[in-house]
C-alpha cells in the first residue's frame, strides 16, 4: 500500500465508526424522548416490517439509474430536498448538545416571542440559525468539511428515524442490500456500459447560486460552480500532500446507515434486556448501561460495532490495494451481522432476538416490550 494512500484511509475509517456509533445512541435516545412525551408520537421512528423491507434495494436501485441517466433534470431538486432534509438533520443530531448546554447555561432556556401564540427557546432559535447558516455555507462554498457535516447528521437522522423490528427483517434486509451493492459494483458496467454506482456517486450538481448571480450579471467568482451532493462523505486522497484538484476517498452514507440499523436495533435490544436484569425505567438502566463494564462485555452492540470497524478497515485495504471501487456492503454485512447471530445462537437468544421482544412477549417467551424510554 502506498503510505499516503493508508495515511487517507484512517479519517474515513474512523468516521464511519464513530457515526455508526453515534447514530445508533442518537437513536436509542429519541425513542426515549418519544416515551417520556418530550415529543409528539407522531414525530416518532419508522419500523419497517418484512414487506416494506424489500423494497429499500429495489427504490435503492431506481435513484441510481434516475441518477445515472436523468442528474442534469433533477440536480436542483436534489439539491432543495438535501438543503431541507440537512437541516433538519444537523438540528435533530445536535439536540441532545444543546440540552447539555442547557443545563450549564440556563440563560438558553430564556424564551422569544414569535408571535401572540407562538414561542421558541432562546437555544432552539440558536440551532436552527446554526443550521441554517452551515447549509448555506456549504452551498456557497462547497466546502469539504460542511459537506461531510450535513452528510453525517444525514446519516445519524436516518438510523434514528428508520427503524428494523427484529434480526429476521435485518437479516433479509441486509443480505439483499449486500447483493445489490455487489451488483451495482462488479456488474452494472457490462450492462450499461459505464459502472452505473461509481458514475452517480461521483456526478457533481451546478450550483444554483451561481446561476441566479449569472442571470443577475453579477459576480460569482469566489462561489464553487460546482457541488457535491451531501449523499457521501468526501476525503482528501492524502492528509500529507493534499492536492484539491485529485480525486479523494469517498464513503456513501448507505455504507454508514445500513449497517448502522442493525446496530441501533442490537443497542436497543441490549439495554432492553439490562433494563429486566435491573429493573427500574429503561431510560434510567441505558444511563446505568454506559458506565457498566459487564453491560458492554455481554453486549451485542460492542460486538457488532467492532465487526462494522473490521469490515471498514478491510473494503478500504482492499480498496487500496487493487485502486478500484469496493461495494463496502460486501464486507460489512458479514462482519457486522455474523457476530451478532453466532453470539444470540450461542446464547440460545436467537429466537428472541430473530422474531423480536414483542413478538417473543406475545408468545409468553418474554415480557411485551415497550418502546425505550431513554
Request: proline letters at 5%; hydrophobic letters at 50%.
Amino acid at each position: 500500500m502506498d503510505e499516503l494512500e493508508v495515511d487517507a484511509a484512517g479519517p474515513v475509517w474512523s468516521t464511519a465508526v464513530g457515526t455508526v456509533a453515534a447514530g445508533a445512541h442518537r437513536a436509542l435516545r429519541h425513542d426515549v424522548e418519544i416515551h417520556q412525551g418530550c415529543i409528539p408520537h407522531g414525530e416518532g421512528a419508522i419500523t419497517l416490517d418484512s414487506r416494506q423491507a424489500p423494497a429499500i434495494p429495489l427504490l435503492s436501485s431506481c435513484s441510481l439509474l434516475a441518477l445515472f441517466y436523468f442528474f442534469h433534470a433533477i440536480q436542483f431538486l436534489l439539491i432543495l430536498l438535501l438543503c431541507i432534509a440537512s437541516a433538519v438533520g444537523i438540528t435533530f443530531a445536535a439536540h441532545p448538545l444543546l440540552k447539555l448546554l442547557t443545563t450549564a447555561k440556563p440563560v438558553l432556556r430564556r424564551r422569544l416571542l414569535l408571535c401572540s401564540r407562538w414561542h421558541v427557546q432562546l437555544g432552539d432559535a440558536l440551532l436552527a440559525g446554526f443550521s441554517g447558516i452551515s447549509v448555506l455555507s456549504w452551498m456557497l462554498t462547497g466546502s469539504m468539511v460542511l459537506n461531510n457535516l450535513l452528510g453525517i447528521c444525514l446519516c445519524i437522522s436516518f438510523i434514528s428515524f428508520v427503524r428494523l423490528p427484529s434480526l429476521k427483517v435485518t437479516t433479509y434486509l441486509l443480505s439483499a442490500l449486500f447483493v445489490y451493492d455487489i451488483f451495482w459494483v462488479f456488474f452494472s458496467e457490462g450492462l450499461f456500459g459505464k459502472n452505473v454506482m461509481v458514475e452517480a456517486a461521483t456526478k457533481q450538481a451546478e450550483n444554483p447560486a451561481v446561476l441566479v448571480l449569472d442571470a443577475l450579471h453579477m459576480p460569482s467568482a469566489g462561489l464553487a460552480q460546482n457541488l457535491d451532493l451531501p449523499v457521501k462523505l468526501v476525503f482528501p486522497g492524502s492528509l500529507l500532500d493534499w492536492d484539491p484538484l485529485k480525486p479523494g476517498l469517498m464513503l456513501g452514507l448507505g455504507d454508514m446507515a445500513l449497517p448502522g440499523m442493525l446496530i441501533a436495533l442490537l443497542y436497543s435490544e441490549d439495554v432492553f434486556k439490562w433494563q429486566q436484569q435491573c429493573g427500574g425505567s429503561l431510560g434510567t438502566a441505558a444511563k446505568l448501561s454506559l458506565k457498566s463494564r459487564d453491560f458492554w462485555i455481554r453486549s451485542y452492540v460492542l460486538l457488532s460495532i467492532c465487526g462494522y470497524t473490521l469490515g471498514m478497515f478491510l473494503a478500504l485495504g482492499i480498496g487500496t490495494v487493487f485502486q478500484a471501487a469496493q461495494p463496502a456492503l460486501l464486507y460489512l454485512v458479514p462482519c457486522t451481522l455474523s457476530p451478532a447471530l453466532v453470539r444470540a445462537a450461542r446464547r440460545k437468544e436467537l429466537k428472541e432476538l430473530w422474531e423480536g421482544w414483542e413478538n417473543a412477549g406475545a408468545e409468553g417467551n418474554k415480557t411485551v416490550r415497550k418502546e425505550p424510554d431513554v
